[in-house]
């Protein structure tokens, strides 16, 4: 029988990677707990917050944080997630990802060079005060436990079973989960949805693997897509994912 199983994107809208855009961590909810699919950004706790109440629900229900990977639009609204509910949260996230997320490591993608070509192309107008929230934010990333690691083809017991699925590339423990009594797909950053099309991820940390990681998606019957970049598609996805794993 399937779960009674509730979906919802929490769209963020930021310029966070230089540019506007909705960034879409996933909430799925049942009658008796709650997951969230990635952190978001920081300072956008009001927007989750807001999220799950006009849902219905009940923060005591937020039990998991689940992410997908370590970037910082991904992971960087997590400390404050944290630390705003009174309860434990558990964090799920891969073996190759948890030295990042945990600050052991420096981030892949936030490199000196990084920061530098980042701090030249700020505003001359932004306040002194944001400027320097935002190069302390690269410079000193948040951080977090990782409760629980999960591992490719792993079921987690969430909404009648949610399969684990590594899709390395865009970084080393990237993972997408695939609910598998609703057929739906989250990509986290494995693909993208642009102009109405499925699309390779950018800033990839092995562009090659990115792209071979995409054909581990073509043995399941995927009717719902939901990318962490791009939002929510329905349309014709088994074709599309196939036309973009062999472009």
Not at 23 to 33: K, M
Request: charged residues 25%.
């Amino acid at each position: 029988m399937k779960a009674t199983v509730s979906i919802k994107t929490v769209d963020i809208e930021t310029n966070f990677r230089g540019m506007p855009e909705v960034l879409h961590p996933v909430l799925i909810w049942d009658d008796r707990e709650a997951v969230l699919i990635d952190a978001g950004i920081p300072y956008r706790l009001p927007v989750m917050k807001e999220a799950m109440a006009q849902a219905g629900i009940p923060f005591a229900k937020l039990k998991t944080i689940i992410l997908t990977h370590h970037d910082l639009d991904h992971i960087g609204g997590l400390t404050e997630l944290l630390n705003a509910f009174p309860h434990k949260i558990d964090v799920l996230a891969t073996e190759e990802e948890k030295p990042y997320i945990q600050g052991e490591k420096p981030h892949l993608k936030i490199t000196p060079a990084f920061i530098d070509r980042f701090r030249a192309a700020l505003p001359a107008e932004l306040p002194s005060e944001r400027r320097d929230a935002i190069l302390h934010l690269l410079e000193h990333p948040p951080t977090a436990k990782v409760d629980r690691i999960v591992t490719d083809g792993e079921e987690l017991p969430f909404f009648g079973g949610m399969e684990v699925i590594h899709t390395p590339g865009h970084t080393p423990g990237h993972i997408s989960l695939y609910l598998k009594q609703h057929k739906i797909l989250i990509t986290g950053d494995a693909m993208m949805i642009d102009n109405g099309c499925f699309v390779e991820p950018d800033n990839n940390v092995d562009a090659d693997l990115a792209k071979s990681s995409l054909k581990k998606f073509l043995p399941y019957d995927i009717q719902t897509v939901i990318c962490y970049h791009g939002g929510l598609c329905e349309e014709n996805v088994k074709h599309r994912i196939e036309r973009l794993v062999y472009s």
